[in-house]
T-cell receptor, first 112, second 113 residues
Framework: EAQVTQNPRYLITVTGKKLTVTCSQN?????MSWYRQDPGLGLRQIYY???????DKGDVPEGYKVSRKEKRNFPLILESPSPNQTSLYFC???????????FGQGTRLTVV | KNEVEQSPQNLTAQEGEFITINCSYS?????LHWLQQHPGGGIVSLFM???GKKKHGRLIATINIQEKHSSLHITASHPRDSAVYIC???????????????FGKGTKLSVKP
């Protein structure tokens, strides 16, 4: 089954403790991205990747890192999480930049 | 000003009603997407279109490129259609950014039996 898989689905952590949210797709898509969703602000792009080893900042990249060492995986790294990074996070992939996007199930992160 | 505006923000309908959700955008685009987000949080793509009209079951999406406007219609609405509907655009390539989606804030639809 074609899918985008995010883990974990739920995560509660403490300020400053490094964490990684994983994202994997099985559709051989070139384009992958991370978004956060906040009440009143909607969805905003954090980082995106056009292909292996090609990543760039989206609209809200501060406090996040990404890597794309393999085509299928695009982890999101929070090296020193802060409470303002409490949010619902989505990974998505698409064949190319302007084709249909497929979303992961979401990761609800709480930083205390 | 938001680059993608949706209306209404909230919509309550009776089962069977015809529903329209509107989306206006202010940037040049290469594609427009309609997404559905259920209360559980997951997001699924309903349509991607760059011109004309698409239909899938009871859902119809239209786009007018000249007016920078799109509509999502639901015919014979049903309680299972209750969800948040999100309009998003893939901007044309400008300013060097290759980010792929700019989102509206969503329309929360509730269909009562």
């Amino acid at each position: 089954e074609a899918q985008v898989t995010q883990n974990p689905r739920y995560l509660i952590t403490v300020t400053g403790k490094k964490l990684t949210v994983t994202c994997s797709q099985n559709m051989n898509h070139e384009y992958m991205s991370w978004y956060r969703q906040d009440p009143g602000l909607g969805l905003r792009q954090i980082y995106y990747s056009m292909n292996v080893e090609v990543t760039d900042k989206g609209d809200v990249p501060e406090g996040y890192k990404v890597s794309r060492k393999e085509k299928r995986n695009f982890p999101l790294i929070l090296e020193s999480p802060s409470p303002n990074q409490t949010s619902l996070y989505f990974c998505a992939s698409s064949l190319y930049r302007d084709t249909e996007a497929f979303f992961g199930q979401g990761t609800r992160l709480t930083v205390v | 000003k938001n680059e993608v505006e949706q209306s209404p923000q909230n919509l309550t309908a009776q089962e069977g009603e015809f529903i329209t959700i509107n989306c206006s955008y202010s940037v040049g685009i290469s594609a427009l997407h309609w997404l559905q987000q259920h209360p559980g949080g997951g997001i699924v793509s309903l349509f991607m279109l760059s011109s004309g009209k698409k239909k899938h079951g009871r859902l119809i999406a239209t786009i007018n490129i000249q007016e920078k406007h799109s509509s999502l219609h639901i015919t014979a609405s049903h309680p299972r259609d209750s969800a948040v509907y999100i309009c998003a655009v893939t901007p044309g390539l400008y300013g060097g950014s290759q980010g792929n989606l700019i989102f509206g804030k969503g329309t929360k639809l509730s269909v009562k039996p």
